[in-house]
């Protein structure tokens, strides 16, 4: 609100001015007079902020101060008080309680208080007089939108209420209920201290966040670049065509490729607009599987480094006739791009600079299949090379199960069955007060890259004596179970499990057995022990969590010791059983293994180049696994042509006969 000063006429001699003060102290803060017919009114009954700004009766800055002469010792009455105040502080809700009707005031805040928020957005507080207050003018702002508000409500017992503001660059947002929001929006194109005022409803909260905060210039320049990019896109085959945009006329119409930091931020806000653009990364995905970036003076992929953040799953990538001389020019995108299979260099110097560059292209981007439209490699070929770095198990040649007398047999077929429908009673029946058991979890084993998450590992970690992890003794100690009673607690807070049926499906363990030596013996005759049999099993187990109700699979190893039972009791004891739980992860059939014929010798005659590759894809799958290898060029043929020109099972070769290569075979030295 303006100060309500009066007007900078001059008084007659002997008439006194009657004028009000909130603090005598301060002259930073407006007093109250009565208005005087020679005011000056602006079109919605308030005084002109501008008026008598520098015509008060002592020529001071347009703030009615109290004389301090006793011709006014009567003072600020308390409402005048109480209205100054409030006007400043913003909370104008609270005026007309006071004046009017408390009661209906108080009923009035209650319950937009209770009501749900609704956002505006208004326009034109920097552009009134009121901005050059201490506060921006926000306060009068917000005084203006109730008070005016409220004097079109029809109901003299409802006042209009801010509940929330916060401003925003060229924007105030505020937050009132539904019902003031109606009122508040009829205010849109009025006057405030001079200036017209826009309100509208927003879904961008206090503005926090969101373009709505942009100035209405940046916002016409975005929805500019927009329909800029909208014209580059080609729907029917995904492509967006950034090329050439130094010679776009809209672009240079808009000052965009002035120089050449104005061209970086022109691109980067390309890329912004485009980001924008969709609710998820999947959309995007979807809609834009190709870019050209042609024709535009790249000398170094710095330039447009957004392009890989705001499109990182992009299969089709044109840098064709820029300026990239080397590999280092590119390095930036090495380790991006990772389902990039096409990428076109046509036209740039590392063409003439660095013939076998392709070659590098091919191992920063793992997917990458053809450069310059030649086809380098298959998808067959790049999955059978990303496996072939991938870790592998131990050769598996069938299990070494040395069972005496059936026991290890008998013992497999009913514990697991047990173990998942009645466990108190398989504690009773092969377990005993000196039987130890131990549960150990690696949350970090290798996984089936095509399997399900496992479930969560919450009711295994408090038990879990992985010794990698707990390294303390006495920790160690605690998650050492000795004795049916202490196994029976952890086994009862472990989830459900329901493992395969060892008859119908083989396939899904691996069993070893072998007999030991040296076990305590329960009846203490023979003080130097007993015979035993050590049991490893690896499978799988399907287990339901007991909260979340989910089901999921999980990947196991265990290891029993069996030994004699005490005297009276079972024939076998479970000595000891070590759990160790781990993703789900397929193992190797090795009984199928077992029973297939021997592999026949690789035919040494080398076979014939498929029709499908021709001499330049010949010479970059040479080049690419020598440098791999560090075989010479023509060991690297000979590789090559064992297996059809096939490159992933050529380097799997190489791998597996390196050991027994010649030392000739090598450009360099083997690692």
Same mark, same amino acid.
């Given at each position: 609100?303006?100060?309500?000063?009066?007007?900078?006429?001059?008084?007659?001699?002997?008439?006194?001015?009657?004028?009000?003060?909130?603090?005598?102290?301060?002259?930073?803060?407006?007093?109250?007079?009565?208005?005087?017919?020679?005011?000056?009114?602006?079109?919605?009954?308030?005084?002109?902020?501008?008026?008598?700004?520098?015509?008060?009766?002592?020529?001071?800055?347009?703030?009615?101060?109290?004389?301090?002469?006793?011709?006014?010792?009567?003072?600020?009455?308390?409402?005048?008080?109480?209205?100054?105040?409030?006007?400043?502080?913003?909370?104008?809700?609270?005026?007309?309680?006071?004046?009017?009707?408390?009661?209906?005031?108080?009923?009035?805040?209650?319950?937009?208080?209770?009501?749900?928020?609704?956002?505006?957005?208004?326009?034109?507080?920097?552009?009134?007089?009121?901005?050059?207050?201490?506060?921006?003018?926000?306060?009068?702002?917000?005084?203006?939108?109730?008070?005016?508000?409220? &004097?079109?409500?029809?109901?003299?017992?409802?006042?209009?209420?801010?509940?929330?503001?916060?401003?925003?660059?060229?924007?105030?947002?505020?937050?009132?209920?539904?019902?003031?929001?109606? &009122?508040?929006?009829?205010?849109?194109?009025?006057?405030?201290?001079?200036?017209?005022?826009e309100i509208v409803e927003t879904e961008d909260g206090l503005g926090h966040h969101g373009s709505a905060t942009e100035s209405k210039e940046t916002q016409e320049l975005r929805a500019k670049l927009q329909e800029i990019l909208s014209?580059?896109?080609?729907?029917?085959?995904?492509?967006?065509?950034?090329?050439?945009?130094?010679?776009?006329?809209?672009?240079?119409?808009?000052?965009?490729?002035?120089?050449?930091?104005?061209?970086?931020?022109?691109?980067?806000?390309?890329?912004?607009?485009?980001?924008?653009?969709?609710?998820?990364?999947?959309?995007?995905?979807?809609?834009?599987?190709?870019?050209?970036?042609?024709?535009?003076?790249?000398?170094?992929?710095?330039?447009?480094?957004?392009?890989?953040?705001?499109?990182?799953?992009?299969?089709?990538?044109?840098?064709?006739?820029?300026?990239?001389?080397?590999?280092?020019?590119?390095?930036?995108?090495?380790?991006?791009?990772?389902?990039?299979?096409?990428?076109?260099?046509?036209?740039?110097?590392?063409?003439?600079?660095?013939?076998?560059?392709?070659?590098?292209?091919?191992?920063?981007?793992?997917?990458?299949?053809?450069?310059?439209?030649?086809?380098?490699?298959?998808?067959?070929?790049?999955?059978?090379?990303?496996?072939?770095?991938?870790?592998?198990?131990?050769?598996?040649?069938?299990?070494?199960?040395?069972?005496?007398?059936?026991?290890?047999?008998?013992?497999?077929?009913?514990?697991?069955?047990?173990?998942?429908?009645?466990? @108190?009673?398989?504690?009773?029946?092969?377990?005993?007060?000196?039987?130890?058991f131990s549960l150990a979890v690696d949350t970090t084993s290798v996984r089936d890259p095509d399997a399900p998450p496992p479930p969560r590992w919450t009711p295994y970690l408090p038990d879990s004596r992985n010794l990698i992890k707990?390294?303390?003794?006495?920790?160690?100690?605690?998650?050492?179970?000795?004795?049916?009673?202490?196994?029976?607690?952890?086994w009862n807070a472990l989830p459900f499990t329901r493992h395969p049926s060892i008859k119908d499906h083989i396939d899904k363990y691996i069993m070893d057995c072998k007999p030991i030596q040296g076990l305590e013996d329960p009846s203490?005759?023979?003080?130097?022990?007993?015979? /035993?049999?050590?049991?490893?099993?690896?499978? &799988?187990?399907?287990?339901?969590?007991?909260?979340?109700?989910?089901?999921?699979?999980?990947?196991?190893?265990?290891?029993?010791?069996?030994?004699?039972?005490?005297?009276?009791?079972?024939?076998?004891?479970?000595?000891?059983?070590?759990?160790?739980?781990?993703?789900?992860?397929?193992?190797?059939?090795?009984?199928?293994?077992?029973?297939? @014929?021997?592999?026949?010798?690789?035919?040494?005659?080398?076979?014939?180049?498929?029709? /499908?590759?021709?001499?330049?894809?010949?010479?970059?799958?040479?080049?690419?696994?020598?440098?791999?290898?560090?075989?010479?060029?023509?060991?690297?043929?000979?590789?090559?042509?064992?297996?059809?020109?096939?490159?992933?099972?050529?380097?799997?070769?190489?791998?597996?006969?390196?050991?027994?290569?010649? @030392?000739?075979?090598?450009?360099?030295?083997?690692?």
């Amino acid at each position: 609100m303006a100060p309500r000063g009066a007007k900078g006429k001059t008084a007659s001699a002997g008439r006194e001015t009657r004028s009000t003060t909130l603090n005598s102290k301060s002259s930073s803060r407006g007093g109250i007079s009565k208005r005087r017919g020679q005011g000056r009114v602006d079109n919605d009954g308030d005084l002109d902020m501008g008026a008598g700004a520098t015509r008060t009766q002592h020529g001071g800055d347009g703030n009615a101060r109290s004389r301090g002469d006793g011709k006014n010792g009567r003072g600020a009455s308390k409402t005048a008080q109480t209205i100054l105040k409030h006007l400043t502080s913003g909370d104008a809700d609270r005026i007309s309680s006071r004046v009017k009707n408390p009661e209906a005031a108080k009923q009035a805040r209650s319950k937009a208080n209770a009501a749900p928020v609704v956002y505006l957005r208004v326009h034109g507080l920097k552009a009134s007089k009121a901005s050059s207050s201490k506060d921006g003018g926000l306060s009068q702002l917000l005084s203006f939108l109730e008070r005016k508000s409220t &004097e079109r409500v029809r109901s003299k017992s409802r006042n209009v209420i801010i509940r929330k503001s916060h401003p925003v660059g060229d924007y105030v947002f505020v937050g009132v209920s539904k019902i003031d929001a109606e &009122e508040i929006l009829k205010l849109n194109t009025f006057s405030f201290a001079g200036s017209k005022l826009e309100i509208v409803e927003t879904e961008d909260g206090l503005g926090h966040h969101g373009s709505a905060t942009e100035s209405k210039e940046t916002q016409e320049l975005r929805a500019k670049l927009q329909e800029i990019l909208s014209q580059r896109y080609t729907s029917e085959v995904k492509l967006l065509k950034l090329d050439a945009l130094a010679s776009d006329t809209s672009l240079v119409t808009l000052g965009m490729f002035d120089n050449r930091e104005r061209a970086l931020k022109t691109f980067k806000g390309l890329m912004a607009i485009c980001d924008g653009l969709f609710k998820t990364a999947k959309a995007k995905q979807e809609a834009i599987e190709s870019i050209s970036l042609a024709n535009n003076n790249i000398d170094n992929v710095s330039q447009v480094e957004s392009v890989a953040l705001t499109f990182p799953q992009l299969k089709n990538l044109d840098m064709s006739g820029n300026q990239i001389a080397n590999m280092q020019a590119v390095e930036q995108w090495k380790g991006k791009f990772k389902e990039l299979e096409a990428l076109y260099m046509t036209g740039n110097p590392i063409e003439a600079n660095d013939p076998n560059y392709p070659a590098t292209l091919l191992e920063w981007f793992p997917k990458l299949q053809s450069i310059n439209g030649n086809i380098l490699r298959t998808p067959e070929q790049i999955a059978a090379q990303i496996a072939a770095t991938q870790p592998r198990p131990i050769p598996q040649h069938g299990p070494d199960f040395r069972d005496v007398n059936g026991i290890a047999e008998t013992f497999l077929l009913e514990f697991f069955t047990a173990f998942d429908t009645d466990r @108190p009673k398989l504690l009773q029946d092969l377990y005993d007060d000196r039987s130890k058991f131990s549960l150990a979890v690696d949350t970090t084993s290798v996984r089936d890259p095509d399997a399900p998450p496992p479930p969560r590992w919450t009711p295994y970690l408090p038990d879990s004596r992985n010794l990698i992890k707990i390294s303390n003794f006495n920790a160690r100690k605690q998650r050492l179970k000795i004795g049916t009673k202490s196994i029976a607690e952890c086994w009862n807070a472990l989830p459900f499990t329901r493992h395969p049926s060892i008859k119908d499906h083989i396939d899904k363990y691996i069993m070893d057995c072998k007999p030991i030596q040296g076990l305590e013996d329960p009846s203490g005759a023979n003080p130097s022990g007993v015979d /035993g049999l050590m049991i490893t099993v690896h499978g &799988e187990f399907e287990e339901s969590d007991k909260k979340t109700s989910t089901m999921g699979m999980r990947s196991f190893s265990r290891t029993f010791i069996l030994g004699p039972g005490q005297p009276g009791q079972a024939a076998i004891r479970v000595a000891s059983d070590m759990l160790s739980l781990r993703a789900s992860s397929a193992l190797p059939n090795v009984h199928k293994a077992m029973e297939a @014929p021997p592999a026949t010798a690789p035919q040494q005659q080398a076979t014939p180049v498929p029709s /499908g590759v021709d001499a330049t894809q010949r010479q970059a799958m040479l080049a690419e696994l020598a440098r791999q290898t560090g075989m010479t060029a023509e060991y690297a043929e000979m590789c090559l042509t064992q297996v059809n020109w096939d490159f992933g099972q050529a380097l799997a070769i190489f791998n597996e006969k390196k050991s027994a290569l010649p @030392p000739e075979a090598f450009a360099t030295n083997p690692q």
